[in-house]
């Protein structure tokens, strides 16, 4: 018999519990022989392994579905509950890597899971979706396990620094303080996945490169994993340049927000036209993410889902 803690930190523990805990009382008669107390925003649980194991990948569902839509109905609790572990589970499970201090770094929705499932058999992968869906992170964790796994020999990740216009001579400071605030969110991944330390000397022999996609022009990326964060922001020429850069054992993964381009009005989006060009080549697939795969804060969804609404209304007058 074994003990295991499960964090609740990423939600309203209420919420989860349900009035009078309702949805804790169903966990526990759905795993009767474990015994499952609730203390703050935890869970502990006491039993066999197994058991715990198969209670705990419910959780991180009902998780999900709370995060996601904001509340967590009894309805929706059973249904978790009594779905087949096999429909939870489309590839060798959730967990994606063990991160820094332990962090599980997991799939967290379906359109996820596919995502994962594309870059499994697929060399290029467009990930396609609004704020929130966890495209980057996603990537970022991919790209750590075959980093991990030796699967390759290093990380390329790059980003289109359009709001300098990729020309940062005029901006003060070296190049890496030049650059870095159009890197950051690359960098905040990598830093929930990679000791401080070990990071610092990836980054130092670079065994991970984080540099903006104009620094890309004239190289043959071979055995890495790369990921073009933020691509609509790319044009067309620079899309085309990007992907040519691929060499013969690489991994490449493309992901954009169609809704957020800030390219300047002379300049059109790339991403669009390449995903129409080569979504039918074999080896390259798209996967879309929508509203329903938002993990960030609940209100993140509500806001999206307003904007998309406005957007329609425009549409209609128009």
Known sequence: M???????????????????????????????????????????VMGEETEIDQLDEKVNILINSLQNNGSLSEHKVNEILERADSDL??????????????????????????LVEHVIHNDIVFAIGPAGTGKTYTAVALAVRALKNKEVKRI????????????????????????????????????????????????????????????????????????LDEAQNATQSQLRMFLTRMGPHAKVIITGDLTQIDLPRRNMSGLAPAIKILGEIKGIKVQHLDVSDVVRHRLVKEIIEAYDLLNLDREKEL
């Open 2 to 44: 074994i003990e295991k803690t499960i964090s609740l930190d990423e939600i309203e523990a209420a919420a989860f519990f349900g009035a009078n805990n309702t949805n804790l009382r169903h966990l526990q008669n759905k795993f009767p022989k474990l015994k499952i107390v609730a203390r703050g925003h935890e869970l502990k």
């Open 89 to 114: 589970k489309p590839i060798d499970g959730d967990v994606l890597l063990h991160g820094q201090a332990g962090k599980v770094i997991k799939v967290r929705t379906a359109n996820q899971r596919k």
């Open 156 to 227: 390329i990740l790059a980003r289109p620094a359009v709001e300098a216009g990729e020309n940062l001579g005029f901006l003060p400071g070296d190049l890496k303080e030049k650059i870095d605030p159009y890197l950051r969110p690359l960098y905040d991944a990598l830093e929930d996945m990679i000791a401080a330390d070990k990071l610092k000397q990836y980054l130092e022999n670079r065994t991970i490169e984080v540099a903006p996609m104009a620094f890309m022009r004239g190289r043959t990326l071979d055995n890495a994993f790369i990921i």
